[in-house]
């Protein structure tokens, strides 16, 4: 027999188990479907795609990819862009660190960046995927390296893909180059580069290969025209005076056409959209012809883009670097500027502070993406 307190206190639970048991059956209805819910994600079964991939929040985008595009392997794609990641840095002769530079670019234009140059999204403009990164099997051995990436870019697709690569340091465009000059059938490109360097360099502690001489060598190898060149931002500091003697405007060897930092600043930048039309209109006569744009993160100041191998003070604000590409591109939607493949290269995460690198340099590889969907989509209309 149950002392009195005790009595009440079951009669209390068995009333008030009257009350939830019926909850706790139809339990059985809905727990199915919120196990289903927790197992949806990145690496399971995926809840149904919002008509507006990038109204997903900035955090729960999932794995990321480059401006949260298709991942397609890029041997294997049949679109009109891969965009690809090239995660070697064994040709830096300063601060190592580049070869992380595509996986935090990507995330940062997942992340952060809204597809809207001008106006309109390149994704509009043509097929754009991730295209994955380059597999490097030896990045311990500086040519056998660069033998990998070359062969990646062989590929006779690339005559109808437009590849845009993430380094990586800037060894890595000459690679690139000798693969797509081979695929589009060997002609010479034109180039449009920006950096604070004209790595136009030769031999350097036993090696031709370093980040600080892939375009002289792309010259002398044909893959490049150097009348048909232009370098802009030029300014880095030199332990050899005659290091760019190559391509400098003071001894134009080679012919190519080289625009200081101090000289684009006062010539262009200052004299706002009409000077930066001005340039562009410029890059577009001397390139005259299919090109390829290379875009050193180090032509921004280091205020801006701290976060690379070899920061030279003095260098363009991000914002700059914007206005130039917007208007390459307008040359590009004019028909006066043909960029067929391009490259961003030298982010050294390790080195930078708060993202700032990454973000700039993810935002300002969609405005080149930008320049390559147009070239796309101009040669679709006329052939």
Not at 180 to 208: F, K, N, Q
Not at 334 to 339: E, K, N, P, S
Request: glycine residues 10%; aromatic residues 6%.
């Amino acid at each position: 027999m149950l002392h009195r307190p005790a009595r009440r206190a079951a009669l209390a639970w068995r009333s008030a188990r009257r009350s939830w048991l019926p909850g706790m059956r139809a339990r059985q209805s809905w727990l199915p479907g919120m196990r289903a819910c927790f197992a949806t994600g990145p690496y399971g079964a995926q809840p149904p795609a919002l008509a507006l991939p990038n109204a997903t929040p900035r955090y729960a985008s999932g794995p990321a990819t480059f401006f949260r595009c298709k991942y397609e392997p890029w041997r294997e794609t049949e679109a009109d862009i891969a965009i690809v990641g090239v995660p070697f840095d064994g040709g830096v002769t300063n601060r190592p660190g580049a070869r992380h530079g595509p996986r935090r670019v990507r995330e940062a234009s997942a992340d952060h960046v809204r597809p809207l140059t001008r106006g309109r999204s390149p994704l509009e403009l043509a097929a754009c995927v991730d295209g994955g990164d380059v597999a490097v099997q030896r990045p311990y051995e500086l040519e056998g390296a660069h033998g990998e990436i070359e062969a990646a870019f062989r590929d006779t697709k690339f005559r109808d893909v437009a590849t845009l690569a993430v380094g990586g340091d800037h060894s890595v465009t000459l690679p690139i180059l000798r693969g797509i000059v081979h695929a589009r059938g060997g002609e010479p490109l034109g180039l449009v580069h920006l950096d604070a360097h004209c790595d136009t360099g030769d031999d350097y502690l036993g090696s031709r290969f370093h980040h600080g001489a892939p375009f002289k060598i792309a010259v002398d190898e044909g893959l490049l025209d150097p009348k048909r060149c232009v370098q802009l931002g030029i300014r880095g500091t030199l332990a050899a005076p005659d290091a760019w003697a190559f391509s400098t405007a003071s001894s134009p060897v080679s012919g190519m056409t080289v625009i200081p930092m101090d000289e684009l600043v006062e010539d262009y930048v200052r004299k706002g959209a009409t000077g930066i039309t001005a340039l562009a209109a410029k890059v577009a006569a001397v390139v005259a012809g299919p090109a390829y744009l290379s875009f050193d993160i180090d032509v921004l100041d280091p205020a801006f883009a701290p976060g690379t191998g070899t920061p030279e003070a003095g260098g363009l604000a991000t914002r700059e670097a914007q206005q130039i590409l917007r208007a390459l591109l307008g040359a590009a939607e004019q028909g006066a500027l043909d960029v067929v493949a391009a490259d961003l290269v030298e982010v050294a995460p390790p080195f930078d502070a708060a993202d700032m690198t990454s973000l700039a340099a993810a935002n300002l590889l969609h405005d080149i993406l930008a320049i390559l969907a147009t070239g796309v989509a101009r040669r679709r209309r006329t052939s």
